[in-house]
């Protein structure tokens, strides 16, 4: 990504902000594309999140980075959902790469059926699996995130567990009938 800063205040030097870059954007690239379900609009955000980092060169806590910086893509995430135009279904969108292990079609079936369920769930609980499962993230850490309360997140993820598992059942009942 190139980011122009000539125009206006200098804020982060270039090295840390290619450090930070290098470190996390795939993190924020991932998180905003489970959570939106398209690829283009994932890179829209990832590049959001990094031009507010260099904008405003906010005063980060060491190894705290990639908080401020997931925690400002899902901020970004919400805009976009809230926003009528975004609410249809977006279908045919291309699959966000990931490692796989030895390649096994019903595993890559099932990780396409999971990423599908994610994106179903509601905001709240889409954002603590997110945040959990795929960026292992701790309860504590994800309540700081979020600003709720521990028990919250405990529920919410508890509660979103069931309804993937609901979910995926339905998907597994509608593929025998």
């Known amino acids: 990504m190139g980011v122009d800063t000539s125009h206006g205040k200098e804020s982060m030097d270039e090295q840390r902000f290619n450090e930070l870059y290098q470190a996390y954007a795939g993190d924020v690239l991932r998180v905003s594309y489970y959570y939106l379900g398209d690829r283009q609009k994932a890179e829209d955000v990832t590049q959001d999140v990094f031009l507010r980092l260099i904008r405003t060169d906010p005063a980060l806590i060491p190894g705290k980075e990639k908080a401020w910086l997931l925690t400002v ?105």
């Open 73 to 177: 893509a899902l901020n970004r995430c919400r805009d976009l959902w809230r926003e009528s135009w975004f609410r249809r279904v977006v279908l045919g969108s291309p699959q966000l790469e990931t490692k796989r292990a030895p390649d096994r079609l019903e595993d890559e079936i099932e990780r396409q059926e999971l990423r599908e369920a994610v994106r179903r769930l509601s905001p709240g609980f889409r954002e603590v699996v997110l945040l959990h499962y795929f960026q292992g993230l701790g309860i504590a850490e994800i309540s700081r995130m979020l600003n709720l309360p521990e028990g919250t997140i405990s529920s919410r993820l508890s509660r979103a567990r069931k309804k993937l598992e609901e979910m995926l059942k339905e998907s597994e009942h509608g593929e025998e009938r």
